[in-house]
């Protein structure tokens, strides 16, 4: 399956869904690059399961969810703009945030062009562009903070980032960086089965999103293909924050029977009632805009960005109580 | 080629896989080789999904094609003319040498409805929309022009309109936003990012993610995700239908060389697709701005690689670590960073060529169609007509040159006076009529006895 052709990367086919899902299945039959014999015979361990957690995982994320499992508790998982409001901030934004209570820590990586992002998180990304950030900026961010935080590490990536950068490349990176594992938001399943393999490969998890409009049938394939955990989007539309807790409980409660994986819940998560509500059902709550909102106002009114944002989510943490 | 037309947007059986034609693309996963796709947040997987599955249902739909045809003819205007360019070809031919000077034939779209090829597209999907049971409609735009058509085809059929315009772009092309108004489409602009057409876009997307169980997004050009390139192209190719039985008729054969402009693609689309299979040399003309300077062009054919943009892989304008670059060109249709995928395929087939023209030289093309043709064309298509000028001088007498001209240049007078300066040179104009002169003198020489082929119009 694999291709030193960056560009017939997004080729491949699904290793789980059969061909006969016409619909669905990767068609490669004019590409004959692709299918040529592997360049490296690939390790044992590049075929996970993606059904079930590993039993014994190295991976920071599966060991945080199992322990939280172990003692009945739930998750507070932030996300956090890389590079916002500054550069400098990243890293101390980073560790106040963990020290706060959050379990997993959403790193976005900032992209000129984030569709499913509402106005706050979109002109974070831009302020962070424009200030000079890159990849390879927050991965020197993530490894210089990588030993002092005890949370799990996702970077939100566009997948128009990881193409251009190479799929292989990028996760090494990644990897090498210290992330634990990835969020492709703007990749759906049937264009995700080799970078979900890839990250596999490199030990790290990868999730992929499932929406209110995604049917049961996708949302179960959807599931199966997810490591770590898998992200449900509470809303249609985008990134933003609500007056009102979303309405989570029988999504939650169909998905369990498709996956033993952790469940985490974002979009328009906004207080601390709200990550109550969300996680009655859910094992995590996902809060981006409504922290991204209190860094800004922070930065812009000269007060501290990191310790505005550790208030914040110890404030969210009180929901999980 | 009616059965290759008929097959838009939908692979042939798997029977036939091994021997795939190039008007065989996409595949049933919307790809064109490796270019296409559908990246997408999840949210919108749906809506690709119902459109994908309507799309299919009124290909069979003879009533619905009856319907459209029926509007095409009596409400856009169609069948565009195909107009024999005697006054630029006999300008071409008085600056070349010795049997050279093809002659110059013009697709004239600029006749269309609203003033562009844009309302084929514009109406077909709006049509689409109402089989879907949608009701409401948003749409993209950056000169305005599939704004406009859009706002026209839902003033139309009584489906609520709003429109995504950059903010930029708003000031620049202020009489569009009044027209769209005028129209009943309400216009929402855009002030996040270069705010142009590609903010346009992300700002019609997300609204669309909030909003897909009632609303289509109508894309205006054969770019996004599967399937709007090959639904785009499918409204497009009437273009090409038309051209082709028009050429047959009044060249007596298929044309030489076929030429159009490309920003997303949707012109040259619908154009060179019912004839991709013919053995007719074709070119597309990118916008080559003010120089070959990252952010100073509109090219990513010529000068960019391929990457992912706006839901589909395809060459595109990018950094190095896969941030959007900025484009530019003088002609707001064409100021895109990206293109269709199927242009992209076409590229690395090398079925059809692709060059890009200067703001320059697409301004002089401009004023020189307007002079020795009276017809202004849009400063998008001016890239076409630049290139074709350059490409009649070194072809031979007896060949023919197709142009798609694909839009009409009225929005465009403000732009290419402040291009020119603030002043219409009048030397530049006495130049071209002096030439006419010479022209009709030496033609009058050269054909006395003989008949005169030229000035035929289909």
Redesign the interface.
């Known amino acids: 399956m694999s291709s030193n052709d960056e560009a017939s990367d997004m080729m491949n086919e699904s290793t789980d869904a059969p061909v006969e899902v016409t619909t669905d299945a990767i068609d490669r039959e004019h590409e004959p690059s692709v299918v040529a014999p592997p360049e490296a015979a690939e390790p044992e361990a590049a075929a996970p399961c993606a059904t079930e957690p590993p039993v014994v995982s190295e991976n920071r994320i599966d060991r945080v969810f199992a322990g939280l499992r172990a003692e009945g508790k739930r998750a507070l998982m932030p996300f956090v703009c890389a590079d916002h409001p500054s550069p400098a901030s990243t890293v101390s934004v980073i560790e106040a945030v963990d020290a706060a209570g959050a379990s997993v820590i959403e790193i976005g990586i900032p992209f000129s062009d984030p569709i499913a992002d509402g106005p706050v998180i979109a002109a974070a990304m831009h302020e962070a562009l424009v200030a000079g950030s890159t990849p390879e900026s927050v991965f020197e961010s993530v490894r210089s903070v990588r030993d002092r935080v005890q949370a799990g590490l996702v970077a939100m990536v566009s997948v128009s980032i990881v193409q251009r950068i190479g799929e292989e490349t990028f996760i090494r990176r990644a990897a090498s960086a210290g992330f634990d594992g990835f969020i492709f938001p703007d990749c759906p399943l049937d264009e995700a089965s080799d970078l979900s393999r890839r990250a596999a490969d490199a030990g790290l998890t990868s999730t992929l999103l499932i929406s209110t409009t995604t049917s049961a049938e996708r949302a179960e394939r959807i599931a199966k293909a997810c490591t770590g955990f898998v992200y449900l989007v509470t809303r249609a539309g985008i990134t933003g924050e609500q007056a009102d807790a979303p309405d989570i409980g029988a999504r939650v409660t169909k998905l369990r029977e498709w996956t033993d994986l952790p469940i985490a819940c974002g979009f328009g998560i906004s207080t601390a009632d709200h990550v109550r509500a969300v996680v009655e059902y859910a094992d995590a709550a996902i809060v981006g805009s409504a922290l991204v909102r209190r860094v800004n106002e922070a930065a812009a009114s000269g007060r501290d960005a990191s310790a505005a944002a550790g208030a914040f989510v110890r404030e969210l943490a009180g929901g999980l109580e | 080629m009616t059965e290759t037309t008929q097959n838009a947007g939908e692979?042939p059986g798997e029977q036939a896989?091994?021997e795939?034609r190039i008007s065989d693309y996409p595949?049933?996963?919307g790809?064109f080789?490796?270019y296409g796709?559908?990246?997408?947040?999840?949210?919108l997987?749906?809506?690709l999904?119902e459109l994908?599955e309507t799309y299919r249902s009124i290909r069979e739909n003879e009533q619905f094609w009856a319907e459209l045809r029926e509007l095409l003819r009596t409400w856009v205007g169609r069948p565009t003319p195909l107009y024999g360019a005697n006054g630029l070809t006999r300008h071409i031919r008085s600056r070349s040498g010795k049997d050279k000077g093809a002659k110059i034939w013009l697709k004239r779209e600029d006749l269309a409805h609203t003033g562009a090829h844009k309302i084929n597209n514009a109406l077909g999907q709006a049509m689409l929309a109402v089989k879907m049971g949608k009701t409401r409609i948003i749409a993209e735009t950056g000169a305005g022009q599939h704004g406009v058509a859009t706002a026209t085809a839902c003033a139309h059929l009584g489906l609520a309109c709003d429109i995504y315009m950059g903010s930029e772009d708003a000031r620049r092309q202020k009489l569009n936003v009044v027209r769209m108004q005028m129209l009943g489409a309400r216009v929402i602009e855009v002030d996040?990012?270069s705010r142009t057409l590609?903010d346009a876009t992300?700002e019609a997307?997300?609204d669309w993610?909030?909003?897909?169980?009632t609303t289509h997004y109508i894309i205006g050009s054969v770019v996004g995700p599967h399937p709007f390139p090959a639904i785009v192209r499918e409204f497009q190719s009437v273009i090409g239908r038309e051209a082709m039985a028009q050429s047959l008729r009044a060249m007596g054969q298929m044309p030489d060389v076929i030429v159009a402009c490309v920003g997303g693609g949707s012109n040259a689309a619908g154009i060179f697709y019912p004839m991709i299979e013919e053995e007719i040399r074709m070119i597309g003309v990118e916008a080559g701005g003010e120089s070959s300077d990252a952010g100073r062009h509109a090219a990513p054919l010529s000068l960019g690689s391929?990457?992912?943009?706006?839901g589909s892989?395809s060459y595109v304008l990018?950094d190095?670590?896969?941030?959007?670059s900025e484009a530019h060109s003088c002609s707001a249709g064409l100021d895109y960073p990206g293109v269709g995928p199927e242009h992209s395929f076409w590229k690395d087939q090398g079925r059809v060529e692709y060059c890009a023209v200067t703001d320059q030289q697409a301004l002089d093309a401009f004023l020189l169609l307007s002079r020795t043709e009276g017809i202004v064309p849009a400063l998008e298509t001016s890239h076409a007509i630049a290139k074709a000028v350059e490409l009649a001088g070194e072809e031979s007498k007896d060949a023919n040159i197709l142009v798609n001209l694909s839009g009409r240049g009225d929005k465009d007078v403000e732009e290419a006076l402040r291009l020119m300066g603030g002043e219409v040179k009048p030397s530049e104009m006495r130049r071209v009529q002096r030439n006419r002169r010479k022209d009709k003198k030496r033609d009058g020489d050269r054909n006395a006895g003989k008949s005169q082929p030229d000035g035929k119009e289909s």
């Open positions: 692979a896989v091994e795939r595949t049933r996963e790809r080789g490796v796709g559908a990246y997408v947040p999840e949210t997987v749906f809506a999904e994908i996040s990012g590609k992300n997307m997300r993610m909030g909003s897909v169980e391929p990457g992912i943009l706006h892989m990018q190095e670590s896969g941030q959007t």
